[in-house]
């Protein structure tokens, strides 16, 4: 993610000290102006050294403290009693809005926000719903329409327009690449795609299967665009005009029931196609007012703005969203240029942001980087982080203080200036990030941890729990267990074993892949999440490992090692290869053996001299391997972010005597990541 516009913003206000003299006016003034605007802290909502029930039995099932009857292993499934689906909740929040403004955006960066009120909205989404009725689509949760845009204002009147006739939503997105999208609307049978632009358009038109009949675009296409899609017997739509065709039509609504399917997200998978996750009205109903159970008096509220950033196409922006319409706040959306964010956000000063790691990694990188520059800077920012840190640990959550003004001003107008609470997940984030997140920013930060399959959330951190690195209690929808690992070495009975989940957001089932739900959830409806977990004492989640050898990068994409290092051991150049890559890291790097023969003749021919161990070191065989090796990546299809940015040269291959591979000749990820440690932080440590 380029956040290189926040990063200015964080570059001009590292220049703010000077002189010894600052740190020591700023000493004194701190210690006045503190005496003067005494903070009062935050009671914890729950006893942070007992943060989740405890069920008796065998299993060692842990539930939420924020739902009284979780005591007896039921789940929230909503918290309004006349708000149980995605349609009910869109109107609860013009009723609670008194029709207020709802989805904003901007035409260009120098204008403001303009705003779409609920009950516009309301009817544009009646209106587009009902064209899409006009043009042929049943009112059924059997109907299915794509979605393939960034976020916008015509994303969510898709999407509601979709719920006023019971029809579900399929997201698009980049990621998947055209192969992936093609094979979506294949398995899914969708014969209508809403698409934002021309290009996304031609996307699809170059493997668009038979099933898809029309495009309906938000934005003007080229005539070229409009006649390549007529040649594949392909009508394209304005929007406008689907809404005109609805409103002249006027069909009567046909609202979902609960446990109608609302969404098929598709994940983008680890290998082979990606598998569509069925989710309930009821699934993202309950997981939504979980989470606001769980935030207390931090909820969203009427009066609160939101950034919408973060792809809609995954559920943590699905469900961030989902929980501003049911309280009647307001989302805007920023201009789709990411660099741009900052201006975004200042422009419209949201008080709610949903974040992932790579972007707060970022900044917090940024500054570490300005103040390292000079003892002074080092010395005002240090001692601002340790007395925000300690008003923090003491339940003191605020934006106003003298270090606030001094130090981390700059920070918190570069994200608007009014943001007070921040939902972090999609991947780990690092205890000195979060740490650092919640001083500067001044605003409640929590952490989730959860899947897809569970809509999103499985655990929330919870107000004034200020330690890192874990991911807090289960959230009230869901009770969460441990189940042995023993081929790893987990036993639930340590407090330790692979994640397993069970409640009302817990997913229908993959579309048309009945065996493949068989083999992540079992008859009595738990979900093996694939994650390895320990409970803290006090009854928090930490993740610490993965079941299978597949791994998440800091943005959230998923990385199956086994699968790339198959692709370069074709290379010629290469005769062993081991692919690793940290949760904490946005890029992955790899330790090669290379083949003595081929790298020895390739040396002889360019008269490089030396034994394999002194080719091994040196920068022209090093960049010959690698080269090849992302050759044969491109040839393969793999992903960007599946490409080694990295390579470590070793002349020694990896064997059963060196402890390195099984009796079987099968990598022992464990011992080579060990084993290769200072070779793999080196490589992590030049690339940062």
Known sequence: MDVSNIMEDVDSYMGYVAAGAVVLTGIAGASVYYAANRPVPEKPLVDLD???????????????????????????????????????????????????????????????????????????????????????????????????????????????????????????????????????????????????????????????????????????????????????????????????????????????RINDICTICYTSGTTGNPKGVMLS????????????????????????????????AHMLERCCETGMYMVGGAVGFYSGDIRKLSDDMKALRPTVSPAVPRLLNRIYDKVISEVSTSFIK????NMALSSKESEIKRGIIRRNSFWDKLVFRKVQESMGGQLRLMIVGSAPLAGN?????????????????????????????????????????????????????PEMEYFAV??????????TNVFKGYFKE???????????????????????????????????????????????????????????????????????KSC???????????????????????????????PEVKRLIMDDMIAWGKDAGIKSFEQVKDIYLHPDPFSVQNGLLTPTLKSKRPQLKKYFKPQLEDMYSKLT
């Open 433 to 485: 990030v979060l740490t650092f997140t919640r001083c500067a920013l001044g605003c409640l930060v929590v952490e989730g941890y959860g899947q897809t399959e569970c809509v999103a959330p499985i655990t929330l951190t919870v107000q004034g729990d200020h330690v890192p690195e874990h991911v807090g209690p289960p959230v009230a929808c869901c009770c969460v267990k441990l189940v042995d690992v």
């Open 50 to 256: 007992c943060q989740a029930y405890l069920q008796p039995g065998p299993e060692m099932i842990r539930t939420s403290k924020f739902y009284k009857d979780a005591k007896e292993g039921k789940f929230v499934r909503y918290i309004f009693e006349d708000t149980r689906t995605l349609y009910d909740i869109f109107r609860r929040g013009a009723k609670v809005s008194n029709n207020g403004p709802c989805l904003g955006w901007r035409e260009s960066p120098h204008k403001p926000y303009q705003w779409l009120h609920y009950n516009e909205a309301l009817l544009r989404a009646k209106n587009f719903g009902s064209g899409l009725v006009a043009l042929g689509l049943e009112p059924s949760p059997r109907t299915f329409v794509g979605v393939y845009s960034q976020n916008c204002p015509e994303w969510i009147l898709t999407e509601q327009g979709a719920y006023c006739f019971s029809m579900v939503i399929v997201p698009l997105y980049d990621t998947l690449g055209p192969d992936a999208c093609a094979y979506i609307i294949q398995q899914a049978e969708i014969g209508v795609v809403v698409c934002e632009d021309d290009s996304k358009c031609n996307l699809l038109l170059d493997k668009a299967p038979k099933c898809l009949k029309k495009l309906i675009t938000m934005k003007e296409i080229r005539p070229a665009t409009n006649q390549r899609a007529k040649n594949r017997g392909i009508e394209v739509l304005r929007f406008e005009e689907v809404e005109r065709l609805g409103a002249a039509k006027n069909n009567k609504e046909v609202p979902p």
């Open 281 to 312: 009205h009821e699934n993202v109903v309950s997981a939504v007012c979980a989470v606001i159970l769980q935030l207390g008096d931090h909820r969203p509220t009427r009066s609160d703005i939101m950034i919408s950033f973060l792809p809609l």
């Open 588 to 618: 992955i790097v790899a330790i090669v053996v290379p083949d003595v023969d081929v790298v020895k003749q390739w040396a002889a021919e360019n008269n490089i001299p030396g034994t394999l161990s002194v080719l091994c070191a040196h």
């Open 514 to 584: 009945p065996q493949k739900t068989e083999e992540t959830m079992d008859a009595d409806g738990w979900l093996r999440t694939g994650d390895i977990g320990a409970w803290l004492p006090n009854g928090t989640l930490k993740i610490i490992d993965r079941k299978k050898h597949i791994f998440k990068l800091s943005q959230g994409e998923y990385i199956v090692p086994e699968k790339i290092e198959n692709i370069y051991i074709r290379s010629q150049y290469v005769q062993q290869v081991f692919v690793h890559g940290e949760s904490l």
């Open 378 to 381: 080092r010395a005002m920012f």
């Open 494 to 503: 340590a407090g330790q074993g692979e994640v397993c989940v069970k409640g």
